[in-house]
C-alpha cells in the first residue's frame, strides 16, 4: 500500500464568460499543469443566457484540458453540487493518473487501470479511493468578477461554503485560498490566504466591487505564482515539507 | 473523463435496444438487452436475460465509478446472513463497436417504488417500512458502512411478504470516511445540519427527510432558515405529525445509531395502536388528543412512572406482608 502522503494541487476557475484581456488562459493552464497545479473549470449559465454566450463558454473546456483537470458547464442553481464533485473528480482523476504511471513502469506499454482484469482493477481502486480520502488537498478558488456574475456571486457563496463541507468531511488535511478577478490593482487580487476553513470568505465575497473586464490569463498566472509563494515560504518554516511533497515529486507531477 | 455531462441519456450506454447481446471480455458471459429500468450519474441499469435467468445489469462509461461500485457490492457479500442489497454475479467489460464499457451484474430485484407501495396498501404501513428501514441501516452500520445517498429513487419494496430492500449502493461508503455521492434534498450538509462524514447519524437524517417526502411529494428548495423550515414542514404536515419529535431527533443528529430510532419508532407505534378502537367515536377522540398530544418522549416517561409505581406498590405490600410475619413471630414468642 502506498502510505506516503502527498499534497494535492489545484486550481478552481468559476467563470460565466470568455476572457477578454491579456495572456491566452489556456497556455497559462498548461503552465499550472506543469507545475503539479490541476485546473478545473466550471462554467456557469443563466437559465436565460442567449445562444452566443453559451458559445463563449467553449474556452471553459480548452483552459481545462489544457489544465489536465475537469470542466463543467452548470446553470447556477446546480452550482453547489457542480462545485464539490467537480474538486472530488479532480482529485481521484490526478490519483488515477498517476497510479497509470505506476503501472505503465510495473507493466510496460500504454497500460491503465482499464487494461487490468476487474479484480485487480478493483483492489488498484481501493487504493486510489483511500488516497483521495486522505491525502492534503489546496485548492485555489479562482472566482470571476466581472459584471454579469453580479446575479450570481449569491449562490458562489453557498457553493464555497457546500465545498467546504464536503472537503472537510474527509480525513485528510484541506487549504482554501480564494482569489477574485479583475482586482482592483492587479489582474487578480487574493480575497483571503490560506485556511483550512472557508466560512470566512462568504461576507468578503459579497462586498467585492465587480469590474468590467475578464483576464481570466492573467488570473491563472497569479494563482500559480500565489501556490509558489505558499512553497517556498513553508519550505523556509516547516520541517515537513518534505515528505509533503515526497509522493508526487519521483511520478513528475 | 473530460467534460463529463451531468445528462448522462445521451450515452451510448442509455441507449441499449432490445435483444442487443453483451459479451463480457474476460469472462465470456452472454446477457441480452430486454428493457431499461433506470439510469443515474453513473450509467444505466438493464433488465437482461442472462442463462441463470432474469438479471439486472448495470453499464457506465467510466471505469473507476463502476469499479467502485462493484468493491461495495462485494463487501455486502462478505457481510454473512444479511440481505442488503442486490448480490453480486459478474463484472466484465463490453468491447462494443463504439469503444469498451465497464459493467457489473446483479439479481434482479422486482418490486415497487416505496411512496406507490405505501399509496396503494395505506398509512399503517409507513411506520412499519421505515423500521424495516431503520433494521437493515442498523445491519449496514455495524457492518461499517453508510448507505450515504438514501433516498426513495434508490429503495424497492418487494414481496408478499413486504420487504425494503435497496437497489443502488454507488453511495454507501466507510464509516469514518466522506461521503461522495448525495442527493440535496436527502443531504444534512445541504440544508445545514451538520457535516457529510458517513456516519449512523448521517443516513438517519436521511431516513427522515425520507418521511418528509414522502408528506411532500415535489420536494422542496432550502431557503433562509433550512432547520426552521424543515421543523415548519413537518408540524404543518397532518401525516408527519404523529412522528414530528422521532424526525425532528432525526434531523438534529440526536440519534447516535439506528436502534434508538428504532426504539422511538416502536413506541410509538404500540402506543398508536391502544386507542385504536376510540376510534369508532371520533368526537370524544378529539378533544383528548387536542388537550394532550403525547409525544414519544412523554410516552416512555409515562410507561416508566407506571412501572415505578407498581414496583412501588409491589414494596409496600412485601413490607406490609413481613411486617404482619414480624408480628406473629413476636406473639408467639412472648406466649
Not at chain 1, 502527498?6 to 477578454?20: A, E, M, P
Not at chain 2, 442486490?86 to 469503444?99: A, M, Q, Y
Not at chain 2, 437493515?136 to 453508510?146: M, N, P, R, V, Y
Not at chain 2, 443502488?168 to 434534498?185: A, C, H, M, P
Request: aromatic share 8%; glycine share 8%; net charge neutral.
Amino acid at each position: 500500500m502506498m502510505r506516503k502522503k502527498g499534497t494535492l494541487r489545484q486550481i478552481l476557475l468559476i467563470t460565466d464568460g470568455c476572457s477578454n484581456q491579456g495572456s491566452d488562459p489556456v497556455a497559462m493552464a498548461a503552465l499550472a499543469s506543469e507545475q503539479g497545479i490541476t485546473v478545473n473549470v466550471i462554467g456557469v449559465l443563466n437559465e436565460n443566457m442567449p445562444e452566443y454566450h453559451r458559445q463563449g463558454l467553449k474556452e471553459v473546456e480548452e483552459i481545462a484540458s489544457a489544465g489536465g483537470g475537469i470542466s463543467q458547464i452548470v446553470y447556477t442553481k446546480q452550482l453547489s453540487q457542480t462545485v464539490q464533485m467537480v474538486t472530488r473528480k479532480a482529485m481521484t482523476q490526478t490519483i488515477q493518473g498517476v497510479v497509470n504511471g505506476e503501472l505503465q513502469q510495473i507493466l510496460g506499454g500504454k497500460s491503465t487501470l482499464d487494461d487490468l482484469p476487474p479484480d485487480k482493477r478493483g483492489e488498484v481502486m481501493e487504493v486510489v479511493d483511500e488516497l483521495g480520502e486522505t491525502m492534503d488537498l489546496e485548492v485555489l478558488l479562482l472566482i470571476d468578477a466581472s459584471g454579469s456574475m453580479e446575479d450570481k456571486m449569491a449562490t458562489v457563496q453557498e457553493s464555497l461554503l457546500d465545498l467546504s463541507i464536503s472537503l472537510n468531511s474527509r480525513i485528510g488535511d484541506n487549504q482554501f485560498a480564494v482569489c477574485v478577478f479583475p482586482g482592483k490593482k492587479y489582474d487578480a487580487e487574493l480575497l483571503m490566504d490560506w485556511s483550512s476553513r472557508l466560512e470566512s470568505v462568504t461576507k468578503m465575497l459579497s462586498q467585492v466591487e465587480l469590474g468590467g473586464i475578464t483576464p481570466t490569463g492573467p488570473a491563472i498566472k497569479e494563482a500559480i505564482s500565489i501556490f509558489q509563494s505558499r512553497r517556498s515560504k513553508r519550505g523556509l518554516l516547516s520541517r515537513d515539507d518534505e515528505p509533503r511533497d515526497g509522493y508526487f515529486k519521483e511520478s513528475g507531477m | 473523463m473530460m467534460n463529463q455531462g451531468m445528462d448522462i441519456s445521451k450515452n451510448p450506454v442509455c441507449n441499449l435496444v432490445r435483444g442487443e447481446r453483451i459479451r463480457g471480455k474476460w469472462h465470456h458471459n452472454e446477457y441480452a438487452i430486454r428493457r431499461l429500468l433506470g439510469y443515474g450519474a453513473t450509467g444505466a441499469v438493464y433488465l437482461a436475460d442472462s442463462a441463470r435467468g432474469s438479471v439486472a445489469l448495470k453499464i457506465g462509461h467510466d471505469s473507476m465509478s463502476i469499479t467502485s461500485e462493484v468493491n461495495v457490492l462485494k463487501h455486502f457479500s462478505r457481510v454473512q446472513g444479511i440481505v442488503l442489497g442486490p448480490s453480486l454475479i459478474d463484472v466484465d467489460d463490453w468491447n462494443s463497436t463504439s469503444g469498451r464499457y465497464p459493467f457489473y451484474v446483479m439479481d434482479y430485484l422486482k418490486g415497487e417504488n416505496v411512496f406507490e407501495f405505501l399509496d396503494r396498501n395505506g398509512p399503517e404501513w409507513f411506520g412499519i417500512i421505515i423500521l424495516q428501514l431503520l433494521n437493515s441501516l442498523q445491519k449496514l452500520h455495524e457492518a461499517g458502512w453508510a448507505f450515504g445517498d438514501l433516498k426513495p429513487d434508490n429503495l424497492l419494496v418487494t414481496g408478499p411478504p413486504y420487504k425494503i430492500r435497496w437497489i443502488d449502493v454507488g453511495g454507501t461508503t466507510q464509516l469514518g470516511r466522506s461521503i461522495k455521492e448525495y442527493t440535496e434534498f436527502f443531504d444534512r450538509g445541504y440544508w445545514g445540519l451538520g457535516s457529510r462524514v458517513a456516519e449512523p447519524s448521517y443516513d438517519l437524517f436521511s431516513a427522515a427527510m425520507i418521511m418528509i417526502n414522502s408528506a411532500y411529494p415535489a420536494r422542496f428548495q432550502k431557503k433562509a432558515e433550512p432547520s426552521r423550515q424543515l421543523f415548519e414542514a413537518v408540524r404543518k404536515s397532518g401525516k408527519l405529525q404523529p412522528y414530528e419529535s422521532i424526525i425532528k431527533k432525526a434531523l438534529q443528529g440526536k440519534y447516535k445509531s439506528a436502534e434508538e430510532m428504532k426504539h422511538d419508532l416502536l413506541l410509538l407505534l404500540h402506543h398508536d395502536r391502544q386507542p385504536a378502537p376510540s376510534q369508532k367515536s371520533p368526537p370524544v377522540k378529539k378533544p383528548a388528543a387536542s388537550t394532550a398530544k403525547p409525544s414519544p418522549q412523554q410516552t416512555t416517561r409515562q410507561v416508566r412512572r407506571q412501572k415505578k409505581k407498581s414496583w412501588a406498590f409491589e414494596t409496600v405490600l412485601l413490607f406490609t406482608f413481613f411486617s404482619i410475619l414480624y408480628l406473629f413471630y413476636m406473639i408467639g414468642q412472648t406466649m
